[in-house]
Nanobody, 132 residues
Framework: QAQLVESGGGLVQSGGSLRLSCVAS????????IAWFRQAPGKEREGISC????????????LYSDSVKDRFTISRDNAVNTAYLQMDNLKPEDTAVYFC?????????????????????WGKGTLVNVSS
């Protein structure tokens, strides 16, 4: 059964760091755009980062929302079928359930978009709680 499973969430103090993992099973992430979304209590889910399935000059294309830019870093390791979200300088407003999602790209893809539409696989989420 194809699925994504997130891990790495937890309770952290403001200014701290966490690293989320997203492990795929039942399919290979190699040709998939991977994106991270989050949903804070009482708010709609928002896209915060994505990474292209393929590289340009050995570099993946990444995108970040303004709310996490310069603090979060997305990466992927196709050899272990896993994507990561390194979160530094966490703030209380980062408290949310974090989801990873994947969308297959047909052909050679060097771009990604922060959108829910088209995502084929979703994890169940991992909770990040940042205390002030």
């Amino acid at each position: 059964q194809a699925q994504l499973v997130e891990s790495g969430g937890g309770l952290v103090q403001s200014g701290g760091s966490l690293r989320l993992s997203c492990v795929a099973s039942g399919f290979s992430l190699e040709s998939y755009v991977i994106a991270w979304f989050r949903q804070a209590p009482g708010k709609e889910r928002e896209g915060i980062s994505c990474i292209s399935p393929h590289t340009t000059n050995a570099v993946y294309t990444t995108l970040y929302s303004d709310s996490v830019k310069d603090r979060f870093t997305i990466s992927r390791d196709n050899a272990v079928n896993t994507a990561y979200l390194q979160m530094d300088n966490l703030k209380p407003e980062d408290t949310a359930v974090y989801f990873c999602a994947a969308e297959q790209f047909i052909g050679y893809g060097t771009s990604c978009r922060l959108r829910e539409y088209g995502m084929e696989y979703w994890g169940k989420g991992t909770l990040v709680n940042v205390s002030s």
